[in-house]
């Protein structure tokens, strides 16, 4: 059995009998991993007020391939994420990153890349106040980036074209798109205004904190989540149902009905 130290951020947490936790983490240097933290819940445990989603942490633990979770040794905090679990929209909002790493990736897979967007894009979330959804935007595209799925947004597959002034057909299955003149409607394919190509072209190139700092107009961000969570859910296994987006969902609903 061998001893692994890692730095960690914990996606979900999980009842164990009447004192333990199962927690699942992504970790920096062992990818996703369930580990057990014995004793967890008791007022005395070591582990006391540490083992809370989000939270950044160095753990110490037992890992032996054969077991399907692991055995939590030690747990030191690096940072925590205090606002994120105070404002409830914010809290909607860090669920989505942490549900799709949770059901996309695999056990075991050494992920250093997504470790550090995962980190980047909670400590934009919890430092922002404002342009949040843009924040969800960029971990979408770096994390389709990271999977080998970046979509080609360089220009029209027929003519190269690519300014705001057109329309243009987004291709899911192959990633690729072209203007309305150039191309046809397949079963696979969804408009995309100019706007909304311009905005995913500046997305994929600017840091999150930059991207919380631009408003992107309601009708345009819709267009451009719906492309990007068909387009993830076409191509990533596992997404097909997101909890946390749902929730999102209707909790926007409630405030708009307010
Ligand atoms: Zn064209």
Redesign the pocket.
């Known amino acids: 059995m061998a001893i692994n130290k890692t730095p960690a951020i914990i996606l979900h947490s999980r009842k164990q009998g009447e004192t333990s936790k199962i927690l699942t983490m992504l970790t920096e240097q062992y990818g996703k991993q369930e580990v057990i933290a014995k004793g967890s819940r008791s007022v005395k445990s070591r582990f006391s007020g540490l083992l809370e989603p989000f939270n950044h942490i160095d753990i110490v633990f037992y890992r032996n391939e054969n077991r399907s979770f692991q055995y939590l040794s030690q747990a030191d905090l690096v940072e925590q994420f205090p606002v994120l679990h105070e404002q409830l929209g914010k809290l909607a909002l860090a669920a989505i990153p942490c549900e799709i790493i949770n059901r996309s990736e695999k056990d075991g897979h050494k992920n250093p890349q997504l470790f550090h967007l995962l980190l980047e894009t909670l400590q934009a979330l919890e430092d922002r106040d404002s342009g949040l959804k843009n924040i969800i935007r960029c971990f979408h595209l770096h994390f389709l980036e990271i999977s080998g799925l970046e979509p080609d947004l360089a220009g029209?597959?027929?003519?190269?074209?690519n300014g705001a002034d057109?329309k243009y057909i987004f291709t899911l299955d192959s990633g690729v798109y072209?203007?309305q003149?150039?191309?046809q409607f397949t079963e696979y394919s969804v408009k995309m205004s100019g706007q909304t190509l311009e905005c995913l072209r500046w997305l994929r190139q600017v840091d999150m904190k930059t991207a919380a700092g631009i408003k992107i107009p309601a009708g345009i961000g819709k267009e451009l989540d719906s492309l990007l969570i068909t387009y993830m859910r076409l191509h990533v296994e596992g997404l097909m149902v997101l909890r946390s987006l749902e929730y999102l969902e209707q909790l926007q609903s409630k405030l708009n009905n307010k």
């Open positions: 029209c597959s027929h003519c190269g074209h057109r072209c203007c003149e150039c191309g």
